[in-house]
C-alpha cells in the first residue's frame, strides 16, 4: 500500500522471501535447482496463490466481485496465478443449517495462503451469532492476532475534517486481535434478577501483548526505511529517529491492563531505537484523529479500543466505502484474512450502489501480504486514479457510478 505497506509477513518473519511449501510458489534458484526436469508447461509453473473467499452476507458478494476483477487484472499483469474457492459462510447459510461454521471449515481454511472476506452480519439473525461463530471464531482459531487498519485519504477524497488532506491523514492501527474484551472472559450472576451482575472481563497475557507489540514496532521500522517520518523534528532525526509508534491505552484507569501494554511497550521499544516511542489516552486519541490527524503515524492498542478508533478512522478517511483490514497471522505459514471493515450493509443490498473500494484495497493488502508487492501498489495506484479523477462521492448511491462500473474502472487502471 504505497506508503502504508504492510510488507511482506514471510519476508518479515522468516528474514527473507520463503514459500509456504506448497510446492506452486518457485523461486528461480527452486527453478534451477530443477534442472534437468523438463519444464514442459511454463505457464502452470507461474507463482500460484490458493485463496479461499468468503462472500458472505449483504454487499459483500457485490464488493468481492468487484475486487475479484482487481486481484485478476493485477495477476494477469504481473504474472501469478491466483486459484480461488468460494466458501457460503454468513446468514443465509445459517438460517438454512442453523450452523456459523461446518467443524471442518477451520482445518479447511488453514490449507490456503489467505482468506479474502466480504462481509458478515444478517438482519434476521440476533446480533452476535455471526459475528462470534464466523468472522471471530477464524481471526481467533487461525491466531490472527493483528488487525491491521490503514487510515489513509485518498487524494480527491472528501474528509469531514477541515483543511486537512493526504498528508496529514496517513497512519496506520495496529490492533491486537485475539484478546482484550473480546476474549469471552466473563458472565452473569443472579441474571433477570434485581441483583443481576454482569462481568465482561479483558484479558491481556504477556504472550498477546508482546506479540502485538513487537508487530507493531517491526512495522513502523519497515514503514520509514527510506525516508523519515515528516512529523519527526529534525533533532530526532538528527538523534536517528525515523518514525513513531504511539501506544493508545487509559493508563489512568485501566491501571492493570494497560500498565501491562505501558510496561512492555517500553520494555520492547529499547531493542528498536529508531522508533519514538509516544503515549496518548484513547479518548484524547479520539480527539486528536479529529484536531491533528497528522500526529500519527503507527498506532498500537487493544482489541476494543482499536476497534472503536478505526472507525474513527475510517470517518476521517472518507468513509467505510473505502477502508479496508487486514486480519494477520504474520508467523511462518499463517494465514490471514483481508476484509472491508465496514458491515454488510444490508439496506443497500442488491442495489448496486455500495462502493467496493474498500474491499478492493482489502484485496491489495492480501496481494502484498502475500509477497505481490508491485501488483498491490498497482491496485492502490488504480484506486487513487479513480478517487482523485472520477468518483463524485465515496457514499454509497452518490459514486456517479454503479458498483460495478466502479470495479471495471480499477480493472482498467491494474491492467
Ligand atoms: C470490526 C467489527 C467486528 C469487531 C464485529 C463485527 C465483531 O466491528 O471488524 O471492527 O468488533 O471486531
Ligand atoms: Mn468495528
Redesign the pocket.
Known amino acids: 500500500m504505497l506508503r502504508r505497506s504492510v510488507g511482506s509477513q514471510r519476508e518479515q518473519a522468516a528474514g527473507g522471501l520463503h514459500s509456504r511449501g506448497r510446492g506452486l510458489k518457485l523461486s528461480p534458484s527452486r527453478l534451477s535447482s530443477l534442472a534437468g526436469e523438463k519444464v514442459r508447461n511454463p505457464v502452470a509453473m507461474a507463482r500460484t496463490y490458493r485463496i479461499a473467499i468468503l462472500p458472505g452476507d449483504g454487499t459483500g458478494p457485490e464488493v468481492i466481485a468487484e475486487g475479484r476483477k482487481a486481484l485478476q487484472a493485477a495477476a494477469r499483469r504481473f504474472g501469478f496465478a491466483l486459484e480461488t474457492h468460494d466458501f457460503d459462510f454468513g446468514g443465509e447459510r445459517y438460517k438454512r443449517t442453523g450452523e456459523c461454521l461446518p467443524d471442518s471449515a477451520i482445518a479447511e481454511l488453514r490449507g490456503f495462503e489467505a482468506i479474502y472476506l466480504g462481509a458478515i452480519?444478517h438482519p434476521e439473525v440476533k446480533p452476535g451469532i455471526l459475528?462470534k461463530g464466523i468472522?471471530?471464531r477464524l481471526r481467533f482459531e487461525l491466531d490472527q492476532y493483528i488487525n491491521l487498519r490503514p487510515v489513509k485519504l485518498f487524494p480527491g477524497v472528501e474528509t469531514p475534517i477541515k483543511g486537512k488532506g493526504p498528508a496529514e491523514i496517513n497512519f496506520t492501527v495496529v490492533r491486537e486481535n485475539t484478546e482484550g474484551l473480546y476474549a469471552g472472559a466473563g458472565g452473569f450472576l443472579r441474571r433477570e434478577t434485581p441483583q443481576e451482575i454482569a462481568l465482561q472481563t479483558s484479558v491481556n497475557t504477556r504472550h498477546g501483548v508482546d506479540r502485538c507489540l513487537r508487530y507493531a514496532f517491526a512495522y513502523a521500522e519497515r514503514l520509514h526505511e527510506r525516508e523519515p517520518w515528516r512529523g519527526l523534528r529534525p533533532e530526532e532525526i538528527e538523534a536517528g529517529l525515523r518514525s513513531q509508534l504511539t501506544l493508545v491505552g487509559k493508563t489512568n484507569v485501566l491501571t492493570f491492563a494497560s500498565d501491562l501494554w505501558e510496561r512492555r511497550f517500553h520494555a520492547l521499544g529499547a531493542e528498536h531505537p529508531t522508533v519514538k516511542r509516544d503515549y496518548a489516552h484513547v479518548d484524547a486519541a479520539c480527539m486528536w484523529f479529529v484536531k491533528n490527524p497528522e500526529w500519527f503515524d503507527v498506532i498500537v492498542t487493544d482489541n476494543m479500543f482499536g476497534?472503536i478508533i478505526?472507525d474513527l478512522g475510517a470517518m476521517i478517511q472518507g468513509g467505510m466505502g473505502i477502508a479496508a483490514g487486514g486480519n494477520l497471522n504474520p508467523e511462518p505459514g499463517g494465514v490471514s484474512m483481508f476484509e472491508p471493515?465496514g458491515g454488510s450493509a444490508p439496506r443497500y443490498a442488491g442495489q448496486g450502489v455500495i462502493n467496493p473500494l474498500a474491499a478492493i484495497c482489502a484485496g491489495a493488502m492480501m496481494l502484498e501480504t502475500l509477497g505481490e508487492r508491485a501488483a498491490a501498489e498497482a491496485i492502490e495506484r488504480a484506486v487513487a486514479g479513480v478517487t482523485a479523477a472520477k468518483l463524485k462521492s465515496l457514499a454509497a448511491g452518490r459514486m456517479g457510478f454503479s458498483t460495478s462500473q466502479v470495479g471495471d474502472l480499477v480493472a482498467e487502471g491494474v491492467a
Request: hydrophobic fraction near 45%; avoid cysteine.
Open positions: 452480519g459475528e468472522l471471530l476497534d478505526t471493515i
